[in-house]
């Protein structure tokens, strides 16, 4: 396989996730509490045996979530609420805690803060959020706290992360490689649910620019292809 092809291959593999990446995007971009996510591309130069001649090829270093707020869209439920600025609610899931910006909540038969798909809302402390029963007006406090009827019962977690150090998972959760931080001040909306921060129209022009790279360097590798076999061809004829 010749040196151009070994080039081409690295920036293919590349470009491949980076078309899945901005697929998903797109797929989401109405995902209440979804973060648009992408990719971070390095070169490798290789030195060849040859005087004054290299190697290029690519490679994925990492990835990253952008952080930009999304849009705050008023629901006027209770149990709907929004991070104004940094940081994710704590969710205790069977696969252990995980993060997300989605706060569309509920109350579960057993009286506990839940999000919609039954896994439960943790408190500052790590522990699950219990709504006394007859209670006729929670509020939730710009820091977090929880009242019913004007008693304090409980405060929202709000932890923090590496944007390179989250990977994401099902149901909108995000989950953290390295150990997050509890967001100091906090601001919390009750009532408000944030929108998606993907711009769909930026999305759809980076997936065009995408594929088209793909393409030209699919066209390349074939290119190659047919130039080795003409010379494998020229030289049996020999």
């Known amino acids: 396989m010749s040196n151009a092809v070994y080039t081409a291959l690295s920036k293919q593999a590349g470009l491949m996730k980076e078309m899945n990446s901005i697929a998903n995007n ?27 001649r290299s190697l290029s090829q690519s490679n994925v270093a990492g990835h ?35 993060l997300t910006r989605m706060g569309s909540f509920l109350v579960d038969a057993e009286g506990q803060l839940v999000t919609q798909d039954g896994n439960r809302v943790l408190g500052d402390g790590g522990s699950p959020v219990a709504i006394p029963a007859g209670a006729n007006n929670i509020t939730i406090a710009p820091d977090g706290t929880i009242a019913a009827d004007g008693a304090p019962i409980g405060k929202l977690g709000v932890v923090n992360a590496s944007p390179t150090a989250l990977a994401r998972e099902g149901d909108n959760f995000l989950r953290s490689d390295e150990d997050y931080q509890p967001v100091e001040f906090a ?44 010379t494998v061809e020229a030289m049996r004829r020999r």
Request: net charge negative; proline share 1%; aromatic share 10%.
């Open 64 to 98: 990253f979530f952008d952080t930009t707020q999304g849009s705050l869209a008023s629901t006027g439920s209770a149990f709907d609420v929004a991070i104004d600025g940094e940081g994710y609610f704590l969710i205790e899931t069977p696969r252990g805690e995980r």
């Open 187 to 230: 601001k919390i909306r009750q009532g408000f649910i944030e929108g998606s921060n993907v711009n769909a129209v930026i999305e759809v022009s980076r997936l065009i620019e995408v594929q088209r790279a793909y393409e030209l360097n699919q066209q390349l590798m074939q290119d190659e292809d047919e130039r080795i076999a003409k």
């Open 26 to 52: 797109i797929a989401n971009a109405s995902t209440a509490g979804y973060r648009r996510e992408g990719y971070v591309f390095s070169e490798y130069v290789q030195r060849l045996e040859t005087q004054d």
